[in-house]
C-alpha cells in the first residue's frame, strides 16, 4: 500500500479530492467519460465537500456506491441519500448518479439486477474510494459473514453480493472485490490511530491479522492509496 499521512481529516480529504479529479480528467480525456464509486458514512462527506465545487465536466462523469444498505433513500442510514446531499451539489449536481438500492424487497435477489445496473459506469472505474471500520471491513464485506471469502476472492467475476453487518441496518448489498480492483485507482480514506495500526498490521501480514482489508492490501494491482489523519 501507499501511505499518506495529514494531520487533519480535511487536509487529508482535500489531497484525495486533488488526485480524484486528476483521475477522473484522465478518464474524461482517454475515452470521453469518467466513473467514480464512493462509500457512505460521516467520513467522506468532508471529501464530497472538496469535490463538488471541482471545475470538471461532470455531466460526462457517472457516480456509484461502493456498498448500500437494503434501505431506501428515505431512511436516514441511505448512503444515497448521503451522496445526493453532500456530493451532488454545486458543479457535481451535473453527474449521473447510479445508486445501488432498487426497491427489491431484499438484497440477494437484486444482485444481478444492481449489477447490471452499474453498466452505466465506465469500467474500469477512473476511481474507487474506500473507508475502513475498526473491525477491517471495507465497503460492507465484514469479517464474521459467511459469504466473505467468496467476496474477496480476486479470481471471481466482478459483481455485487448481499452481506449482513454486525449492526443496523443489517442487510447490505456491496461491490466484491474483483469490483473494486477493476479501477485504475483504489483509495482508502481513514482517520484515528487504532485504524492506523490495524492497516499496518495488515499491510505486514502479521499473524492473526485476518481482516477483510488484508487482502485488499495485497494486491498489487491497482496498489490501493491510504489517506490517513488522526
Not at 119 to 148: I, K, N, Q, T, W
Not at 171 to 188: H, K, Y
Request: net charge neutral.
Amino acid at each position: 500500500m501507499i501511505l499518506q499521512r495529514y494531520d487533519s481529516a480535511a487536509l487529508a480529504a482535500a489531497a484525495l479530492a486533488e488526485q480524484i479529479v486528476a483521475a477522473l480528467r484522465i478518464g474524461l480525456s482517454w475515452r470521453g467519460a469518467a466513473s467514480l464509486a464512493v462509500p457512505g458514512g460521516r467520513t467522506p462527506v468532508a471529501l464530497f465537500r472538496a469535490l463538488r465545487d471541482a471545475e470538471l465536466d461532470w455531466a460526462k462523469v457517472t457516480i456509484t456506491l461502493t456498498d448500500e444498505r437494503w434501505v431506501p433513500e428515505s431512511h436516514p442510514s441511505s448512503n444515497a441519500a448521503l451522496v445526493r446531499a453532500e456530493l451532488l451539489q454545486n458543479r457535481a449536481g451535473a453527474a449521473r448518479f447510479v445508486p445501488l438500492y432498487n426497491g427489491a424487497p431484499d438484497a440477494i435477489s437484486a444482485t444481478s439486477q444492481v449489477w447490471e445496473s452499474l453498466r452505466a459506469a465506465p469500467r474500469p472505474f477512473d476511481a474507487v474510494v474506500l473507508g475502513m471500520g475498526e473491525d477491517g471491513h471495507f465497503g460492507s464485506l465484514f469479517p464474521e459473514d459467511p459469504g466473505l471469502a467468496a467476496a474477496l476472492d480476486v479470481k471471481a467475476a466482478p459483481a455485487c453480493v448481499a452481506m449482513h453487518a454486525p449492526v443496523n441496518p443489517t442487510e447490505r448489498i456491496s461491490l466484491n472485490l474483483a469490483a473494486f480492483l477493476q479501477s485504475r485507482r483504489v483509495f482508502l480514506l481513514v482517520s484515528g490511530e487504532t485504524k492506523r495500526e490495524l492497516l499496518l498490521a495488515a499491510a505486514r501480514r502479521e499473524a492473526g491479522a485476518h481482516w477483510p482489508v488484508t487482502k485488499l492490501l495485497a494486491q498489487p494491482r491497482p496498489m490501493p492509496e491510504v489517506y490517513w489523519s488522526p
